[in-house]
């Protein structure tokens, strides 16, 4: 069942799900702003506060787990589950919420908000391949799925055969069509997001859930699109460091056209929660603390690039031979 979470009153730009069976589990809670929707939604779908079993989420970013503190109270018997990578920052937020002032500035409390601690005690971390179990027949199979952060986890449901994809095969608001890759700073890895992209592709899964946004339904083709974007923005930020320009000036001449026909407010919200700069920021770490960046100048165009992965001809897609 899919949730709005609103992120900053915009509709279609987080989304939860709530995975209904004997033992409920909601995937991603949204920011802590969301959670006055977020627990509406919940109450009209007759979930009340001893009936939630686990709250997982797929990365410890604020727009997925920025609630989690929060929903732990309103649900004391659920569990949270999440990476290993993040547990202690759900634990402890400290670090975490300092990091995102740093970079949000006003815009955290006035969009995303904050992060309350959640009892190490309700904290289960999920090892790739373990089984949250929903009833019987059905579990949630955790994914482990590093690239956009080291801390995500992806969940594969067994019983509807969708794929809860957090933010490793990019974002897609409905409201804007294109697909982009979602590259921030400090975790980025494009050997890493590819790899998570493959495995994605072989679960075959039946469909896949993005938490920006929505159910898509033709998963091979999304995991294509995805992975072809990657790249796409990959050779872009590679020309410009190469080049030494500004890898956000190379991304918004080259992908400007993208959103040409997209309304200005609806181009707006794509803008602020995946814009450019921060991909571009992802790009330019990536590159100054791998061997892609040392190695950038080694190889003529076309030849298989930094970090290994090859920027001309596409591989085959995830899924296909």
């Known amino acids: 069942m899919e949730i709005d979470t609103l992120l900053g009153g915009w509709e279609h730009v987080t989304a939860g799900y709530l995975i209904e069976g004997p033992a409920p589990v909601l995937v991603e809670t949204g920011s802590q702003s969301s959670l006055r929707p977020l627990l509406a939604a919940l109450e009209s779908l007759g979930v009340g506060p001893a009936d939630l079993a686990g709250v997982a989420v797929t990365h410890i970013h604020l727009d997925h787990a920025g609630a989690v ?129 493959a495995r994605f592709g072989e679960r075959r899964p039946q469909g896949i859930a993005l938490a920006h946004y929505g159910l898509l339904s033709d998963p091979e083709a999304l995991l294509a699109e995805a992975e072809e974007a990657l790249r796409r923005w990959a050779e872009v930020a590679l020309a410009a460091w190469r080049a030494g320009d500004d890898i956000a000036d190379a991304f918004e001449k080259a992908f400007a056209s993208d959103l040409s026909a997209v309304d200005p407010a609806n181009r707006e919200k794509l803008e602020t929660l995946n814009g450019v700069h921060s991909n571009a920021a992802g790009f330019r770490r990536w590159l100054e603390t791998s061997d892609a960046g040392r190695s950038a100048g080694d190889g003529p165009s076309g030849a298989e690039g930094p970090g290994g992965f090859s920027v001309s001809p596409r591989q085959a897609p995830p899924g296909r031979s």
Request: hydrophobic content about 40%.
């Open 69 to 197: 503190g929060d929903v732990a109270k309103a649900f004391p018997g659920a569990t949270v589950y999440v990476h290993e990578k993040g547990a202690r920052h759900l634990a402890d937020p400290t670090r975490l919420v300092d990091s995102a002032a740093r970079v949000y500035g006003p815009l955290l409390d006035s969009l995303y908000g904050r992060l309350e601690p959640t009892a190490p005690e309700r904290l289960h971390v999920l090892h790739d391949g373990e089984e949250v179990v929903i009833g019987p027949g059905r579990v949630l199979v955790a994914v482990d799925s590093p690239g956009h952060a080291k801390h995500h986890v992806a969940l594969h449901d067994s019983g509807s055969g969708i794929l809860f994809a957090g933010d490793a095969a990019g974002v897609r608001l409905p409201d804007a069509g294109v697909l982009r890759p979602a590259t921030p700073p400090p975790d980025f890895d494009l050997d890493l997001a590819l790899g998570s992209l």
